[in-house]
């Protein structure tokens, strides 16, 4: 969600800083600002709303300083206004942060008891002031930091600038990720290696309870325990180009059209297509003792994982659970002995997720991370890493990484049934040949972009829409849902097919889309007779199916969209498409900022 820039840096560093948090735009914010260090005072700009606001403020007014932080917000504690925008200021520190601190209401009354002074709503201002208070009575930057960070508790990372002091800045971490980077004569913080791309590629990421005192010629690390560490430096290989649309409208379009070219990218890892074999990135990994899968994600991931919930049942005859993240922890689960949980985030850093993952952990589960950040947090602690190969998603509403998700557990749903004895050398070679289509029918989908595009305005009118899907179409039609109301704003909900004279029916009427998803296969009837029952009351379809569904189903629907003749294994991850591309026109049709919806961030990466 919220990003974070600092350079310690031999030239002026408004601009460079500037640039860094347009690399961080896509996670989702409200607000941003910039401080930097002149003549022995501290100097801000910031600005409510887009990056563009900044960027006319500081072209109005420059920012002069050889060292600088910058921010971008979504709102947690206070709107998103100017004087809650990043950095905040008490005294001679100035400070930015991601993440929540969930004690910042005791902590403040404490520092108002004693004077302090608070110009702003967030729980932010209160780290400010609570270094500065440190400051004071210490005289030591280093010292004050180290006596106010064990007071915090929640989730953050800082970046941390003092006015008496023009060759330092300060980092920490607890709970939000933050790396180092090292330049010549210089030294960066960031809240990923995107943001420092064009200013250097060696890194070093701070591990969980670290904090970093940073000077011009390097930087020393101490753990939680303040013991000096060393933490290793890596090539992050992320380009310094800016990510652009190319010839497309929106990065969410540029995304869904990427998605034959990344899907075959991720499953070049995971198949060995002239042997017919599935392999995992660590082949020697054994999963033949796992007894029970525990998925655990949010968002779009977790509709991935109740995809694989049906995959890995019914390929490797192993029950799975399936929780929410946020809700996994707070329903005390039963964590059984040769259990492997499986979490899904595409950043890898996503805040309930990894909350679950050391939960799992110190019950003794072998924890799989399916992660498209293969140097994130989730990647870094996880025993297996399962990779994405989507390259970066700037649009908020998640596409590519949802098909490259769908990918990588079809192969380890796979592999396990593989490990279990259940999947022979023939039907190995069998879905080694069905997921190796899978581009070339994500390709044939998209073919029907203009005819989707065509058919958006009769859905953009629409106060309601619903989804129905069965079996692992079911899921899709919860994603079809989410993607629908993440970007066009429609209230839009995804039901189980046969669930819907258990209630949901009686909101049908004329002026309700029903989107169906029904590939022809063994579940085809079912779904089209639930279809039935909507038409029959006046419901305006939409069927999403093949060539040989349409002609027995098409009839007094609304409209149909025609997808390519697929395996069932390989369904999911081309039906993602047509639901993708109808949310996309809609979202267009309505004029709605399509890539950065209104209150949603990219990794949300608070609790």
Excluded at 153 to 175: K, S, T, Y
Excluded at 361 to 380: D, L
Aim: proline share 5%; hydrophobic share 45%; charged share 20%.
């Amino acid at each position: 969600m919220c990003g974070i820039v600092g350079i310690l840096g031999t030239s002026d560093v408004a601009d460079r800083l500037f640039d860094g948090l347009k690399r961080l735009e896509y996670r989702g914010y409200d607000s941003a600002g910039i401080a930097t260090l002149h003549g022995g005072a501290i100097e801000r700009r910031r600005a409510q709303g887009k990056l563009a606001n900044l960027g006319k403020r500081l072209h109005e007014e420059p920012l002069p300083g050889h060292v600088g932080i910058a921010h971008t917000r979504w709102a947690t504690h206070g709107a998103p206004t100017e004087d809650n925008a990043h950095p905040h200021v008490a005294g001679s520190v100035t400070v930015v942060h991601n993440g929540i601190i969930e004690n910042f209401k005791p902590l403040r009354d404490e520092l108002m008891a004693r004077g302090r002074t608070f110009r702003s709503q967030t729980d932010t201002e209160v780290v400010a002031h609570l270094i500065d208070e440190a400051l004071q009575a210490t005289g030591d930057p280093v010292e004050a930091v180290r006596t106010a960070l064990p007071r915090l508790h929640g989730a953050f990372a800082l970046a941390i600038l003092f006015a008496d002091h023009p060759d330092l800045l300060i980092g920490a971490r607890l709970g939000s990720p933050l790396v180092i980077g090292y330049g010549e004569g210089e030294t960066y913080l960031g809240s990923d290696a995107l943001a420092l791309a064009p200013l250097t590629q060696r890194i070093a990421y701070l591990d969980e309870g670290d904090w970093v005192v940073i000077e011009r010629n390097g930087a020393q690390v101490y753990d939680r325990d303040n013991n000096p560490v060393e933490r290793p430096v890596t090539i992050s290989g992320v380009t310094g180009a800016l990510i652009d649309k190319g010839n497309h409208r929106h990065f969410m379009q540029k995304e869904i059209f990427e998605q034959p070219i990344v899907v075959a990218q991720t499953l070049r890892s995971y198949l060995q297509r002239l042997e017919g074999q599935i392999v995992l990135p660590i082949p020697e990994f054994d999963l033949s003792g796992i007894r029970r899968v525990t998925i655990v994600a949010c968002g779009t991931s977790y509709y991935a994982g109740m995809v694989a919930k049906y995959w890995f049942e019914q390929f490797a005859r192993v029950p799975v659970d399936i929780d929410v993240a946020s809700e996994f922890r707070y329903r005390a689960p039963v964590m059984e002995p040769g259990g492997l949980m499986i979490v899904i985030s595409q950043s890898g850093e996503t805040a309930d997720t990894l909350a679950a993952l050391r939960h799992a952990k110190a019950e003794g589960q072998t924890i799989a991370a399916v992660v498209n950040v293969p140097t994130s947090t989730m990647a870094r602690e996880a025993d297996l890493l399962l990779p994405t190969h989507a390259g970066p998603e700037i649009g908020v509403a998640s596409t590519k990484a949802f098909t490259c998700q769908l990918s990588v557990l079809a192969a380890l749903a796979a592999n396990l049934a593989k490990a279990k004895g259940r999947l022979s050398a023939e039907e190995e070679r069998a879905l080694v040949r069905h997921l190796a289509e899978a581009p070339a029918a994500i390709n044939g989908a998209l073919a029907y972009d203009e005819a989707i595009e065509a058919m958006a305005p009769l859905i953009a009118g629409a106060r309601d829409v619903l989804y129905l899907g069965r079996g692992t179409d079911y899921p899709l039609a919860l994603e079809g849902a989410l993607k629908l109301k993440e970007i066009s704003y429609i209230h839009a909900e995804g039901y189980a097919a046969g669930e819907m004279k258990h209630g949901p029916i009686a909101l049908i009427d004329d002026a309700v889309p029903v989107i169906v998803i029904a590939p022809s296969g063994p579940l085809f009837e079912k779904t089209v007779s639930n279809m039935q029952e909507v038409q029959a009351r006046g419901g305006k379809v939409v069927l999403i199916s093949d060539y040989d569904g349409i002609e027995a189903a098409g009839e007094g629907c609304l409209a149909t969209i025609t997808m390519p003749k697929v395996h069932p294994l390989i369904a999911p991850i081309v039906y993602a498409v047509p639901v993708q591309l109808l949310a996309y026109h809609v979202a267009v049709a309505k004029g709605t900022d399509v890539d950065q919806p209104r209150n949603l961030a990219k990794s949300v990466t608070v609790e």
